[in-house]
């Protein structure tokens, strides 16, 4: 379903669709932001754990972008420490738990709407298409 916070149309034909990791143990967090990238043409894949993850990769799942929860221990594990470096990197961060991250495109206090997430991942993706 659409929001009024950002723009409907698709972005990508099927078949050239961007690939986004929403890695999160949040189910609703992490359900609720794949529907609407969905929606606006996104492959959005949900895992909730480092294995997941790596499993996605070795499979040739690469992301264009991340939406990660930061949450021990999943966003300290190696594997995400890796793909975050790598891939631009939206970051949905609590006001009290404190996780050791690399640099990353946007960062995200909870409470957070899921169309400010929705809209910041559209706009890495369409700065990353128009490079």
Request: charged share 25%; proline share 6%.
């Amino acid at each position: 379903m659409c929001r009024k916070s950002y723009k409907c149309e698709m972005l990508y034909f099927a078949a050239r669709m961007p690939i986004a990791f929403v890695i999160a143990s949040d189910w609703t967090l992490r359900t609720s932001v794949r529907a609407e990238l969905r929606e606006i043409g996104v492959k959005a894949l949900g895992m909730e754990t480092p294995e997941e993850v790596g499993r996605a990769l070795a499979a040739g799942e690469l992301p264009s972008v991340v939406v990660l929860e930061a949450t021990e221990p999943t966003a300290s594990a190696p594997t995400v420490q890796r793909l975050v470096e790598r891939v631009p990197t939206v970051l949905i961060a609590s006001r009290t738990e404190t996780v050791a991250m690399p640099s990353v495109a946007a960062v995200f206090y909870r409470p957070v709407r899921i169309g400010e997430i929705v809209a910041r991942v559209r706009e890495l993706l369409q700065q990353a298409h128009s490079a």
